[in-house]
């Protein structure tokens, strides 16, 4: 797209698009970012009923890719068994750019090479990614009644037989802001001996809000921080090595995780219960313990 362009599309089908190496934009763009569709340089997208389906990108956003300052407003839509090389199989939010997403599916989408093998690469964000590269600015995505389903971050061996990060089943957050309401992460899976996260990755000082979210069944577990935050919540908790940690008010996180110290992560009992944040005092209701938080 052009400098500060618009596009509004509704009740539209992108399906077996592709951005590869040779195609450079299946639905039509500059690089192998978007593989039915590409918004750059402070561009605007409004997406309503719109499905993709079975796209696939050679690098980031095998449906969809936003970058440089630009924002897309989804709601109705769909990503079903959409696949990247790299960086969100589904869709990809880079560069200081904006997604807010509503009432949207992504299912089944995650990561492949050209010819159908596992990358030979770490991988992020099976469904989405939310990226900010250093001194570029905050890239944010406010999700919100959408359901990521069986959607995977899984990648191949190194040469020499060891295996690379695989981060975020569903949704992989680096250095950027997730609000993440009213939503689900079901039955998803970071695989591999270094599979972290199989709904939610995030690192690199990111924050999640997480307001009435569930997320069960995924593998290995559902929530990985590293050097993150969770936030709204009334009460600050510390928990984990790398200082405090807000938990977020209505909602149940299950195999909760956060690195540590010394480059391993701590893992709690299953069934984090998070009360509300008016409840006094606001604490995690564990299996085998109770953590109050701090005032």
Same mark, same amino acid.
């Given at each position: ?14 399906? !077996? ?7 450079? %934009?299946? @639905? ?21 009923? &719109? ?16 970058? $440089? ?5 989804? +709601? ?13 199989? %589904? ?15 992504? !299912? ?11 990358? =030979?690469?770490?991988?992020? @964000? ?12 905050? $890239? ?11 959607? !995977?971050?899984? @990648? ?10 695989? #981060? ?18 079901? $039955? ?15 690192? #690199? !000082?990111? &924050? ?13 577990? +559902? ?12 009460? &600050? ?14 909602? $149940? ?20 219960? =998070? ?21």
């Amino acid at each position: 797209f052009a400098l500060n362009a618009v596009l509004d599309i509704a009740r539209s089908l992108f399906t !077996s698009c592709s951005a590869t190496l040779k195609t450079e %934009g299946g @639905g039509g763009s500059s690089d192998t970012r978007g593989g039915g569709l590409e918004a750059v340089d402070k561009s605007t997208v409004s997406l309503r009923n &719109t499905d993709f389906n079975e796209c696939y990108a050679e690098y980031g956003g095998g449906g969809v890719a936003i970058s $440089s300052y630009s924002t897309i407003t989804m +709601d109705s839509g769909s990503f079903i068994g959409c696949m990247a090389f790299a960086q969100g199989g %589904g869709a990809i939010v880079e560069d200081a750019s904006e997604a807010i997403i509503t009432n949207t599916t992504f !299912s089944k989408c995650g990561f492949r090479d050209r010819d159908g093998s596992l990358p =030979v690469h770490d991988v992020m @964000g099976g469904g989405l990614a939310v990226i900010s590269a250093a001194g570029n600015g905050l $890239s944010t995505a406010r999700v919100s009644t959408s359901t990521f389903s069986s959607c !995977s971050a899984k @990648g191949g061996q190194t040469i020499l037989g060891g295996h690379h990060h695989a #981060d975020g089943g569903a949704i992989a957050v680096s250095g950027g802001s997730l609000d993440f309401v009213a939503s689900e992460c079901i $039955s998803n899976t970071a695989s591999g001996r270094k599979g972290r996260g199989g709904a939610i990755f995030i690192q #690199d !000082s990111s &924050t999640l809000s997480a307001l009435g979210a569930t997320m069960r069944e995924n593998e290995p577990q +559902d929530l990985f921080l590293d050097q993150s935050s969770i936030y709204d919540c009334a009460s &600050t908790c510390g928990v984990g090595s790398h200082g405090n940690c807000s938990i977020a008010s209505g909602g $149940s996180f299950f195999n909760y995780s956060i690195l540590n110290d010394d480059g391993d992560f701590d893992r709690f009992p299953d069934g984090i219960n =998070v009360y509300d944040a008016d409840t006094t005092p606001c604490y995690i209701n564990c299996v085998e313990e109770c953590v109050e938080c701090s005032t």
